[in-house]
Structure formats: C-alpha cells, structure tokens
T-cell receptor, first 113, second 112 residues
Framework: NAGVTQTPKFRILKIGQSMTLQCTQD?????MYWYRQDPGMGLKLIYY???????DKGEVPNGYNVSRSTTEDFPLRLELAAPSQTSVYFC????????????FGSGTRLTVV | GQQLNQSPQSMFIQEGEDVSMNCTSS?????WLWYKQDPGEGPVLLIA???AGELTSNGRLTAQFGITRKDSFLNISASIPSDVGIYFC????????????WGAGTKLIIKP
C-alpha cells in the first residue's frame, strides 16, 4: 500500500499566486488532516475532515481552503500566496476511534517569494 | 494555540548513551503518542499510550504515560546513529474531538 501520497514535494510560488497541494490515501481512512510545520516548531492543524463532504477549520485556517469530495482525496488550496505561508505542509489520515495513530505523507515544502 | 512543553529542545549525545525526553501539558490527556521525523519525511508513529501509568516498549524505545495524565516520557537505550532525527510528542485531550496537540520536538544529534 502507498499510504498517504502528497504532491508536489517542492514548490516555489510568487506572492499572490495560487496553487493546490494534493493528498491521496489508499487506506480507506475517514479522517484526514492538513498540518503545517514551521522551522523549529511542532505541527499546527490547518483543516481536517471526518469524511467525504465534511470539512472543518483547525488552528490556523486563514489563507487556505479544502474540499473532500471522495474518501481518498483531500486537496489543500492556497488562493493568494503570502510569505507567511512558507512552510512544510503535511497531510495525514487515520482510522476513527480513540487515539489511533496518524499516518503522514512525506510533505510538501512550499516557499513563497 | 495550545502546545505541549517538550524538552529538551535538542540533545547532543555519544553513540551508545541512553536518551530521555519528556512532554508536559496543563491539560489532562487520554492519549499520548510519540513520533519520529527523519529529514525530508513525515512523522512516523513510534509508540502509542492510552492509560495513565502505562509503560510501553518498542525495541530500544520505552515510553510512559504519566500518572497525572499531564505528562509523558520517552527513553531510548544504547543510541545508534540511525536514532538521529526529531522526536515529537502529541497528546489528545478528552474534549478534543480526537485532534492532537503537538510538542515542538526534540532534535537528537549523535556526536561523531
């Protein structure tokens, strides 16, 4: 199984550009998450989804949007890129239930210049 | 947003030494998770803890869920070069809707 697949691995954006970070999982997990990781920091939750058609804001949702049309896919959209969005973005999924461990993708390193 | 207090921030150790790190929180947690992140990769789950006082091992790694439910510890015995990386704790509070709160990480570096 591939697990959680993120594309692209790296991207440089100019201020004001938009892009979509792709995330796909093949484990049939209902719960999916988007995190950002700034240097020297832990993970901060951007958005999450508990199933197809259901999304909700996390700790730092401003400047981002998500959709969940299928169980497998959970894309993250940046509409007007800003330097503050320079970060490493991780997608994760897990099975429902108390305390199940998250499976992470390998990340997308985004630089906004 | 709330974060866990994870310490130390970084550790420089000799190969073969034992390593200890910990996380504390002002909230009571019902789950503690320990992850390791290698450069250029996402975090990978090492150990999951679900009960106060629980002590769980995974090879040379041992983690404990604190009795107060506000802390957790990770120990690595006889460190080897492949142990280098960043170790994160993550906790799940009772009323969190299964969302995790993350520590800032402990960077482990092995001195040559």
């Amino acid at each position: 199984n591939a697990g959680v697949t993120q594309t692209p691995k790296f991207r440089i954006l100019k201020i004001g550009q938009s892009m979509t970070l792709q995330c796909t999982q093949d484990m049939n997990h209902n719960y999916m998450y988007w995190y950002r990781q700034d240097p020297g920091m832990g993970l901060k939750l951007i958005y999450y989804s508990v199933g197809a058609g259901i999304t909700d804001k996390g700790e730092v949702p401003n400047g981002y949007n998500v959709s969940r049309s299928t169980t497998e896919d959970f894309p993250l959209r940046l509409e007007l890129a800003a330097p503050s969005q320079t970060s490493v973005y991780f997608c994760a999924s897990r099975e429902p239930g108390t305390g199940s461990g998250y499976t992470f993708g390998s990340g997308t390193r985004l630089t906004v210049v | 947003g709330q974060q866990l207090n994870q310490s130390p921030q970084s550790m420089f150790i000799q190969e073969g030494e034992d390593v200890s790190m910990n996380c504390t929180s002002s909230s009571i947690f019902n789950t503690w998770l320990w992850y390791k992140q290698d450069p250029g990769e996402g975090p990978v789950l090492l150990i999951a803890l679900y009960k106060a006082g629980e002590l769980t091992s995974n090879g040379r790694l041992t983690a404990q869920f604190g009795i107060t439910r506000k802390d957790s510890f990770l120990n690595i015995s006889a460190s080897i070069p492949s142990d280098v990386g960043i170790y994160f704790c993550a906790g799940q509070a009772i009323d969190s809707n299964y969302q995790l709160i993350w520590g800032a990480g402990t960077k482990l570096i092995i001195k040559p």
